[in-house]
């Protein structure tokens, strides 16, 4: 399309989007990329918006801006809110309070850490993937983001980190009465969900805590249940990293339970959550991957120019944006750092326990329908590789913003 002054408004719109980004003082984010970079990456996502959802640009750059505000207040009010579990790290995210990870520990550094003042919490490995780790108790009276500095340069050249926090992406909505949606699909497979605590599922084979307190089902996690019901899934393994933990959705609850995954023997493994880089959950994933285990992951909904969400920007992860049901990219769907394949995150519906028929939207529910595909490939298919090539086969509408096309068009409900 060409108007006249179409590109003085995108130049204009680029620039205020920019002036607008958070800087690395405020809540919830660090600035990485260089202004270039990022006017850039913000001018691309403004293009993304208006080509797909057809919108005038001036409501798309609001959008955009709006989506990056309300994810600073968000973390900013969790933290808030729980103060005694939760604070912020050494880049400003939130995390596990008074407490960090040491991998790789050897005895120099534990007599290291220990004449600091460090206690060692927990030292372990994580089960299944071999991992070692150390979770130290940072002394009273000193910041997280205090301790990581000063343990970085008594260690120098080892991996310290916060215990970072993940958070879902995608939420429930009111009840409806959508039925189910016809068609049939190859059936069958595995798949893994970490997220919160399942219920009301009939395909759920075995499921295992990893969170402090008690236990708790999640309308999030069990929707996701649904959806892979409805999809064909035959069997399900729910690990709750979240229970009734305010510091729930930890990296360390996350490796542990893709270690409890890899026990399993689970092939394909969802997980619907978004936070930051972290090293522990990084190196848990790399060491799954080489067990075979294909791991799959949403990009979350902080819209475009929000940071690369994580696990799915790592290497090897499986990258899934969702769709609407005339399948356009979600206007709020997030980014990693690639991305392979989009399914349904809109125009659907999803049964929970004491809910009924509810309508869901979120790359949340897009992640465990490509996992859905990928499984029931995996299932008659001698690799991952071979599934995956399988999966690529069933895609349709391939772009920059769908990677390698969308797939499981049809699964907007579940069971």
């Not at 995954?261 to 991957?289: C, E, F």
């Not at 690639?338 to 028929?357: E, F, N, Q, T, W």
Request: charged share 20%.
């Amino acid at each position: 399309m060409n108007r006249p002054g179409a590109k003085r408004w995108v130049m204009a719109a680029m620039l205020l989007a920019y002036a607008t980004v958070p800087a690395k003082a405020q809540l919830g984010g660090v600035l990485t990329a260089s202004p270039l970079d990022t006017i850039g990456q913000v001018g691309e996502t403004i293009g993304d918006v208006t080509d797909t959802t057809l919108q005038p640009l001036a409501a798309a750059r609001r959008d955009v801006r709006k989506l990056a505000r309300d994810r600073l207040r968000r973390l900013a009010r969790h933290v808030s809110e729980n103060r005694e579990a939760v604070e912020w790290d050494d880049r400003r995210q939130p995390a596990v309070r008074g407490e960090v990870l040491l991998l790789d520990p050897d005895p120099e550094a534990l007599q290291i850490v220990g004449k600091a003042g460090y206690p060692v919490l927990e030292r372990n490995s994580i089960a299944g993937l071999g991992v070692p780790f150390v979770r130290l108790g940072v002394p009273a009276g000193r910041s997280l983001a205090h301790a990581i500095r000063e343990l970085r340069k008594a260690l120098p050249g080892r991996t310290i980190s916060a215990d970072n926090l993940h958070f879902p992406a995608g939420r429930a909505g009111a009840s409806v009465t959508r039925k189910r949606s016809p068609g049939a699909l190859p059936r069958g497979g595995t798949v893994g969900v970490i997220d919160g605590g399942i219920a009301g599922s009939d395909r759920l084979a075995a499921q295992h805590g990893f969170a402090r307190g008690a236990p708790k089902s999640s309308e999030h996690a069990s929707a996701i249940a649904s959806l892979l019901a409805g999809a064909g899934t035959a069997h399900i393994y729910g690990a709750d990293v979240y229970g009734s933990d305010p510091a729930g959705g930890s990296a360390l609850a996350i490796a542990k339970a893709l270690g409890w995954m890899a026990q399993q023997a689970v092939p394909v493994v969802s997980i619907s959550l978004v936070g930051p880089d972290n090293p522990l959950l990084a190196r848990t994933i790399a060491a799954a991957r080489k067990k075979g285990i294909v791991v799959v992951a949403a990009v979350g909904n902080d819209g475009a120019a929000a940071p690369p969400a994580y696990p799915a920007s790592y290497p090897g992860v499986i990258a899934v944006t969702g769709v609407d049901g005339a399948n356009r990219v979600l206007i709020e769907a997030g980014r990693a750092k690639h991305l392979d394949y989009a399914a349904p995150g809109a125009d659907m519906s999803a049964l929970v326990p004491g809910k009924g028929r509810i309508e869901l939207r979120g790359t949340s529910f897009a992640a465990p329908l490509a996992a859905s595909r990928i499984a029931a490939r995996r299932a008659s298919l001698p690799s991952a590789a071979k599934a995956l090539e399988a999966v690529d086969t069933e895609a349709v509408y391939p772009s920059r913003r769908t990677g390698r096309g969308v797939v499981c068009n049809i699964c907007r409900s579940g069971l």
